[in-house]
């Protein structure tokens, strides 16, 4: 059964790498790929109560993180509509290639540690749609923008979901993870950023807008409510999560609805024409849907890998087989670029015990790097990357040959920054 799920994800895996040449829908592929891989999870497992209670409880955690780039998605689509972006667009007057990508990539980076890496790249993509008119220009920015936002959400506990499990499990501490692995991050950033900057440079062209009948309706205070609103929420989403032990859904979705009202209550009086243009119902046909059941797709085919003992064999094969530390960790984060990273943490942390391996040991903080930058290797790796995907149409064989050696590089040099704190200063 194991070698059969495996062709399956396999099979599917290479499907949505060839997208573009088989004239295939990604998210279609995905779907049929987690139905198929559950369905012969069920038909090959004796005991089905088992199986039907193992997709119960791995839907309530899709379906939250499902729910919350949805939030997400709306919050930014309606800062959008509202022309919020243009607050900070207006202030980024740059058009360098070489010096934008930096001001671009560090922006990120932070803003991910601030919100998370999913939520950062959803505004950060929103935001180089109103920067950059060359499409291929702007695949670029959209590749090192995946690379920022999963080196900047790995260092602190709220930036990146496995980041948050081991710190939800005890196995990290706030102070401690973002001393131990600001720099790791940082550098995993900036290596690619040098690298290309060698070759990117040039002038940005920016894209032209036509807002005269946006302008006739909104006013810049307006603008302004709807886009600090939007923001303020989107960095409450961990505050609320710290304070009530929520999931982070119930936080965006809680947003969702009270910027909801603002802009209903900012609307209430124009012709209806012009209050649908800019309501929440707008916004949630102009999100794209697809790339929300691509995402779906691809959690679940993972979700049955580890349903089915794939996963955790994995992890026991490396710790017998390998031994080492270091090694076994820079595994399971090259591995998190084919797989989720959530799944292998949570192996992780089930097959690794406190005991072992005390509260903010070296593994659990070298994990907690490896899994959240090594996402970035490949385009599905990450959900910055699959949201980045969905939203800026990258082709996964383009983000392989101009994106993954980058990542690759960052990934190995923050390793080894981590390694050698260590070893030589005793951090």
Same mark, same amino acid.
């Given at each position: ?22 004239? %295939?829908?990604?998210?279609? %592929? ?8 559950? &369905?012969?999870?069920?038909? !090959? ?19 939250? %993180?499902?729910?919350?780039? !949805? ?23 740059? &058009? ?30 929103? !935001?180089?749609?109103? !920067? ?296």
């Amino acid at each position: 059964m194991m070698a059969l799920l495996l062709l399956i994800f396999i099979l599917g895996y290479v499907l949505i790498a060839f997208e573009h040449a088989i004239k %295939i829908n990604k998210s279609a %592929i995905a779907l049929i790929t987690g139905g198929v891989s559950w &369905t012969i999870y069920s038909l !090959l497992t004796p005991n089905n109560s088992l199986v039907n209670q193992q997709l119960n409880d791995h839907l309530g955690a899709i379906s939250a %993180i499902l729910f919350f780039l !949805l939030g997400a998605m709306t919050i930014v689509e309606l800062i959008d509509s509202h022309d919020g972006f243009e607050i900070i667009t207006s202030r980024i007057t740059q &058009t360098d290639k070489r010096k934008l990508l930096w001001i671009v990539a560090f922006i990120t980076f932070f803003l991910s540690a601030i919100l998370d890496n999913l939520t950062t790249t959803i505004v950060v993509i929103s !935001l180089l749609r109103k !920067l950059i008119k060359n499409q291929q220009d702007r695949l670029i920015f959209g590749g090192i923008v995946v690379i920022a936002a999963n080196a900047g959400g790995a260092w602190t506990p709220i930036g990146d979901v496995t980041t948050t499990m081991l710190w939800i499990g005890s196995q990290i501490t706030t102070a401690n993870i973002m001393f131990k692995l600001f720099l790791p991050s940082m550098t995993c950033l900036i290596v690619p950023l040098i690298v290309l900057s060698i070759k990117f440079n040039g002038i940005i062209k920016r894209p032209d807008f036509d807002n005269t009948n946006k302008r006739s309706a909104l006013t810049v205070r307006h603008q302004t409510i709807v886009f600090f609103s939007g923001i303020i929420i989107l960095m409450l989403v961990p505050v609320f999560k710290t304070l009530t032990n929520l999931p982070p859904f119930m936080g965006i979705l809680a947003g969702l609805g009270v910027l909801w009202v603002i802009t209903e209550v900012i609307h209430g009086r124009k012709e209806e024409t012009v209050r649908h243009s800019y309501s929440v119902v707008q916004a949630l046909r102009k999100i794209d849907t697809a790339s929300i059941l691509f995402f779906f797709g691809i959690l679940i085919t993972i979700a049955a890998l580890q349903s089915s003992g794939i996963l955790i064999n994995l992890a026991r094969w490396l710790t017998v087989t390998v031994g080492n530390l270091n090694i076994i960790v820079l595994s399971l984060g090259i591995l998190s670029s084919v797989v989720d990273n959530v799944p292998l943490v949570a192996a992780a942390q089930g097959m690794y015990h406190l005991s072992q391996f005390p509260t903010d040991h070296y593994f659990w903080e070298f994990l907690a790097y490896c899994v959240g930058t090594g996402g970035s290797i490949l385009i599905i790796g990450s959900a910055a990357g699959v949201a980045a995907m969905g939203m800026e149409k990258i082709n996964f064989f383009w983000y392989l040959k101009k994106i993954s050696f980058l990542a690759l590089i960052g990934y190995f040099s923050g390793a080894l920054v981590y390694i050698l704190q260590h070893k030589l200063l005793g951090i």
